[in-house]
Every structure is written in structure tokens, then in C-alpha cells.
């Protein structure tokens, strides 16, 4: 019901002046986006069906198929409505595509280390034992022995807060933390290149974006 009319939603816009042309463009954005998604769910269900089967280029590309995708057409959605131009459109969809991916990066680290009081967000990643990307890399780099201590600290059904602190710190013992801090602010840093490289925004608009980013997504 709602996927129905969420597409009635699109054929309105036809009322609203905007062009067939530009209609169908939005309608196709909406069926690859869609497309996306799903493609990024299933290897999200697969890889949890399936011991090692996530590693951290597949997450990437999960993640990218799943959050990165859904901004990133929302954004260029918008650009498409506002302009013609179609470098613009362009600048605007990476923008969206990069921010994605830095959002999802940094809510797998406030999943761990975030700070309750400040994001109002329990970090509850590693009681839940969800497979976020600082887990996959640590699995991917730890040494042998941290490898397996982690791996059986894992498959504990009811991990204590003694077990959850010990994964913690094996995860920062492996680099994790700093590695998935620094992947979030590289996308960061890349949004707000594209978002400077489109041009098109007020000035006093952009810099308060670009404010509310740096300040979200800090790692």
C-alpha cells in the first residue's frame, strides 16, 4: 500500500508543472533506489545467516546499497526538481551518497563508544552483538589469539559487562575505533567537497550545513 502511493505521490507532481520527462527521471531514480536497497538487505540477511560471511569490502558495499543510497536519492530528488543542470544533479547525489556512508560509519562507532548523556543513543552494539564494521575489522586484523578470544567472546548468549568491556578492548587493541573513525570523516570530509563543488547553495545555508555535519559527524 504505501510503495503504491508513494509512485501516486510521483505521478502528482505531473499537476504541479513539472514534466513528464522529469516525472519519469524521478520515477526511475525511485525504482534503482528501491532495487538498491533491497539488494543491500539481502546481503545483510544473508551474511548473518552465515559464519564470516561479512567482511569489510561486502560491508562496504552493504552499507552503500542500504544508507548511502537512500540519502543519496533523497538528495538527488531534490536536485532533479530544482534544476536541469545535470552536473549539479550529479555534485548533489555523490554529496548525498558520501554522507551516507560517513552517517553510517559514525553511528557504528556512537554503537559502541557513543557517550549516552551527549547522543541520547545507549551504545548497545556489542551487547546485541551486532556486526557492525569495527567487529568485522577487528576479526579481520586482530592477531590470532585476540582473533579467537573474540570469537568466543561472541558466541556467548548472555555476554556479562566484564565480557562486553573485554570485547570493547579488543577491538581497540585491533584498531577498529581508529579505523572506522577515520573512514567516517573521509566520507565526511568527501560530502562537504561535493557539497562545495555544486555551487549552487546560499552561502549562509551551506556553511550552516557544513556546520551541523562537522559537528554530527565528529568520530
Known sequence: MLFSLSRVALHRLTDL?????KVL??????DRTCVALCEGQHIDIWTSEHENGM??????????????ALI?????????????????????RAFGWALGMAFQLNDDLLGIWGDEGATG?????????????????????AGPED???????????????????EIV??????????YTRVEARRY???ALAELSAAGVLDSAARERLEGIISSVITG
Open 188 to 190: 565526511r570530509d568527501e
Open 55 to 68: 567482511s569489510v569490502e561486502l560491508y562496504f558495499d552493504m552499507i552503500g546499497r542500504k544508507t548511502a
Open 121 to 141: 543513543k545507549e551504545p548497545t552494539d556489542v551487547a546485541r552483538k551486532k556486526k557492525t564494521l569495527p567487529l568485522i575489522y577487528a576479526f579481520e586484523h
Open 72 to 92: 543519496a536519492a533523497a538528495i538527488e530528488a531534490g536536485a532533479l526538481l530544482a534544476t536541469d543542470d545535470d552536473e549539479i544533479i550529479r555534485r548533489y
Open 25 to 30: 527521471r524521478l520515477m526511475r531514480l525511485y
Open 17 to 21: 508543472g513539472f514534466s513528464d520527462t
Open 147 to 165: 582473533r579467537a578470544r573474540l570469537a568466543e567472546l561472541y558466541a556467548r548468549d548472555d555476554p556479562t559487562a566484564d565480557d562486553v568491556a
Open 169 to 178: 578492548r579488543l577491538l581497540e587493541q585491533a584498531g577498529a575505533r581508529d
